[in-house]
């Protein structure tokens, strides 16, 4: 070891420079005490979502395990989508309870809503497969238009190899609603879709102003995240009824202080089957 410290030409150089890379790759200790955060392997979907004429910009991530899948964008009330058992969970961290509803019960409650609206002078909402394709991450995405008026939403829906093809139908039913008969179609569209939209443009006027909304799916990519982001979490109250999701309250009565689920990563409505 005398030998190779003094250096014996590029033997010696060599040898040093190998000690020092080994040094560099050992893992720090571990502080006493430390918790040890257990990871599973997941997809990490990365959603940007860009408004205009506000110049704002936001990034959140789905995160996809074997059979559940989660916003990291909802808090305090957050939902885990079973898309194996085709149920959802709405946890509330505030209220430490959870409540499960299937699909059925869902889509059920959501149709009966609409159904139950009343009739408002607005314009009738429309969906279509334009039959236009255009590739994103790799794949050929189809459009569908949504139109209400001045109201314009073009999403690019695409079957993915890494995402449930239930996954946006199960994020839009799950989510708020706020029924019309002029949306009552397009809102029977989005909770049958398959695929689901890489990439969501929606153009709506506020006053003088048009709003832009842009939604792009930058990556899917496999990743180790915290188990327990997929779980639910120990020692919460199970707050399920067997009724139909119509129990649940308002918006509007929701306690001050609590974030409602957003739609997942685009909301919106319209009526067949996404390609």
């Not at 299937?102 to 009739?119: G, H, N, W």
């Amino acid at each position: 070891m005398t030998d190779v410290l003094r250096g014996k030409g590029w033997r010696g150089l060599i040898v040093i420079a190998g000690l020092i890379a080994a040094a560099r790759c050992q893992k720090p200790p571990q502080l006493p005490g430390a918790p040890v955060v257990k990871k599973v392997r997941a997809n990490v979907m990365t959603v940007r979502t860009s408004i205009e004429p506000s110049k704002r910009t936001s990034t959140h991530t789905i995160v996809i395990g074997e059979s559940l899948a989660r916003s990291t964008a909802e808090a305090p009330v957050w939902r885990l989508y079973d898309f194996r058992q085709n149920r959802v969970t709405t946890v509330d961290d505030l209220a430490k309870t959870y409540r499960i509803e299937s699909m059925s019960s869902l889509i059920a409650e959501r149709r009966r809503r609409f159904r139950a609206a009343a009739e408002e002078p607005l314009p009738e909402a429309t969906a279509r497969a334009t039959g236009a394709s255009r590739p994103v991450l790799g794949l050929a995405a189809s459009q569908i238009v949504i139109s209400a008026g001045a109201y314009q939403r073009q999403l690019w829906f695409a079957p993915h190899p890494k995402v449930p093809p239930t996954l946006f139908a199960m994020m839009h039913a799950s989510g708020e609603v706020e029924p019309s008969q002029a949306m009552r179609q397009v809102d029977e569209f989005l909770v049958s879709a398959r695929g689901f939209p890489l990439a969501d443009h929606t153009e709506m006027p506020y006053g003088t102003a048009t709003i832009v909304i842009d939604r792009v799916v930058e990556s899917i990519l496999p990743r180790d995240v915290p188990a327990s982001l997929l779980v639910l979490p120990a020692g919460y109250r199970d707050v399920t009824v067997t009724t139909p999701a119509a129990r649940r309250p308002a918006a509007s009565s929701r306690p001050r202080g609590r974030t409602a689920p957003a739609t997942g990563s685009q909301s919106s409505s319209t009526t067949q089957t996404a390609p």
